[in-house]
């Protein structure tokens, strides 16, 4: 089968490798949509702390695909369903996993990281991922390319879980890549009375309008600041999320946010100076900061059922389309900006 696997930093291979042999309680499926992550990018250019050096390993983590073979002992899936997966598998023993917070465990494991992930035609699901619960169903009414964007969506639910978006609220979403654009749309299914979207440039702008803004702020044109205050009558927004991987943007962030202001930092920041958080506005205006990284899997669940009742169209997301021969140029694509998100599409494969 033809895989993309990643060798070192810098190094990624389109190679062919055997199809892996599903053993008792495994699900062999065949890789339908894969989509290119921020965090594929990064492993590409700099490598991963679990993925030693010398390991192989074939990336992609959002994904769907069809169960050609299941193992002695699978329960709930036959071949010929079309599964999602939830990446990170928790340990299932420490704090975090009984807490149902598989995306914290100190000790999991992770397609696409320390599992071979979805850039390759066939992807071997390990029994302890069916046994957390990290694999779903996919409804008919989501198309193969619609369900391989789930992943980035759920965490953008568990983000938003974390600081409560409700009808009541401004919400300002600084950033209008693909993680600003499905922040977009869960906070106007929440009922936010005013979605707020800015960056730099106008045609992601455009697509986040697409999706529900109901306010656009190019930055490059206008003053991010003076704006928000213009739009929220000088109070500020209830609700900040910054989808950003700059220390400028989050540390602006609490200037942002109004009074009993929540702020959502999405946007981690790798090996960049820690931002200057302003404490004070914090304290004074009894601000709400905090951070989320990842999604469980009840989230994963939550945000198939929301884009199967129809509410959702995250088709405008999906701007380019690639096989897995060209896996370059998918992930230049996305490095570039200049779309939405890559999707690597696999026709029928020979076994």
Avoid: W
């Amino acid at each position: 089968m033809r895989a993309a696997v990643f060798r070192r930093p810098g190094v990624v291979e389109v190679t062919d490798v055997p199809v892996p042999v599903p053993g008792p309680g495994d699900l062999l499926v065949k890789v339908r949509a894969a989509s290119v992550c921020g965090t594929d990018l990064r492993i590409t250019k700099h490598g991963h702390f679990r993925i030693p050096e010398g390991t192989s390993r074939v990336l992609g983590h959002e994904l769907t695909g069809e169960v050609v073979e299941a193992g002695v002992d699978v329960v709930g899936l036959v071949v010929g369903d079309r599964i999602s997966v939830a990446p990170n598998i928790g340990c299932g023993r420490c704090a975090m996993c009984a807490r149902g917070l598989n995306q914290l465990c100190p000790d999991y494991e992770a397609f696409g990281i320390t599992i071979d992930g979805g850039f390759a035609e066939y992807l071997l699901v390990p029994a302890i991922a069916l046994e957390r619960g990290n694999v779903f169903h996919v409804p008919d009414a989501l198309t193969d390319e619609v369900a391989a964007i789930l992943e980035p969506m759920s965490c953008c639910l568990h983000g938003q879980r974390a600081i409560g978006v409700s009808a009541a609220d401004s919400v300002l979403i600084i950033g209008a890549g693909p993680i600003g654009c499905l922040h977009t749309a869960l906070a106007k299914r929440a009922g936010a009375r005013q979605v707020i979207v800015a960056n730099t440039r106008q045609p992601r702008l455009d697509i986040a309008g697409r999706m529900g803004a109901d306010e656009l702020i190019n930055v490059s044109e206008t003053d991010l600041l003076d704006e928000v205050m213009r739009l929220t009558g000088g109070r500020g927004a209830d609700v900040v999320i910054t989808c950003v991987s700059k220390s400028e943007v989050i540390a602006s962030a609490t200037d942002m946010a109004g009074r009993l202001g929540r702020i959502n930092v999405f946007s981690g920041l790798g090996d960049q100076a820690r931002p200057q958080i302003d404490v004070n506005s914090l304290h004074y205006r009894e601000q709400i900061l905090t951070g989320t990284t990842g999604s469980s899997v009840a989230d994963y669940g939550d945000v198939i059922d929301i884009v199967a009742d129809g509410g959702i169209d995250l088709s405008p997301i999906i701007t380019s389309r690639f096989a897995i021969d060209d896996i370059s140029q998918a992930m230049e694509a996305s490095r570039s900006g200049q779309g939405m998100k890559s999707v690597i599409v696999f026709e029928e494969a020979a076994r």
